[in-house]
C-alpha cells in the first residue's frame, strides 16, 4: 500500500519585495514618462516642474500650482517624497494580490493594474484634487502602465528568490 501525501505550496505577500519593487517600479515609470515627453511633446520641462506641481500640492496645497511651471526645490523635494510613498503603498496592494502567479500572469495584472491606477488616480482622486485634471492623457497613461508592469516583474524577480512555504 503507498500512501501519497499532497501538499499545497503558496506564496505570503512579500512586503521588503512589495517596498522595493515600488522603489523600482517609482523610477522606471518617470523615466519612462520623461523619455515620452521628450519624444512626442515639446513641453519638457515645464511639464515635469507642472507635474511636480501638482504633486506637491497634495501636502503643501495649492499654492504651489502653476503659473509658474518654474524648478522650486521644496517643490521637486514633496513631490518626490509624495511620488516614492504613493509608488510603494500602490505597489504592496498590487503585490499582495500576485500570490503565486507565473511571470507572464503577473506582467499582464501588473498592466491591469497601471490602468486601474491611472483611472483612481486622474479621475477618482481629482474630487479631492482637481488639479490632477490636467494631467490625464495617453502619457500618463503609458506611465501608470509601466509602473504596473515594472511592479509586478520586480516583486516576481525578487519572491521568486524566496523558497516558498508549505500547508500542512
Not at 515635469?48 to 497634495?58: G, S, T
Not at 500618463?140 to 521568486?160: N, R
Request: charged letters at 10%; hydrophobic letters at 60%.
Amino acid at each position: 500500500m503507498c500512501i501519497v501525501e499532497r501538499r499545497t505550496v503558496f506564496r505570503l505577500p512579500d512586503a521588503r519585495s512589495g517596498v522595493l519593487a515600488g522603489i523600482a517600479a517609482g523610477v522606471v515609470s518617470t523615466v519612462a514618462q520623461v523619455a515620452l515627453w521628450l519624444v512626442f511633446t515639446d513641453a519638457f520641462p515645464d511639464i515635469l516642474f507642472r507635474d511636480a506641481r501638482l504633486a506637491a500640492a497634495i501636502v503643501l496645497g495649492r499654492d504651489v500650482l502653476p503659473p509658474p511651471a518654474s524648478f522650486d526645490m521644496v517643490v521637486m523635494l514633496v513631490s518626490t517624497v509624495v511620488h516614492f510613498a504613493l509608488s510603494i503603498a500602490y505597489a504592496v496592494v498590487l503585490t499582495a494580490g500576485l500570490g503565486s502567479l507565473g511571470i507572464g500572469a503577473s506582467i499582464v495584472a501588473g498592466a491591469a493594474f497601471g490602468v486601474a491606477l491611472f483611472v483612481i488616480n486622474m479621475y477618482g482622486f481629482t474630487a479631492a484634487f482637481p488639479w490632477f485634471a490636467a494631467a490625464r492623457d495617453a502619457i500618463t497613461v503609458a506611465a501608470h502602465v509601466v509602473f504596473g508592469v515594472t511592479a509586478a516583474a520586480v516583486y516576481h524577480a525578487l519572491s521568486a528568490r524566496r523558497p516558498p512555504r508549505a500547508e500542512e
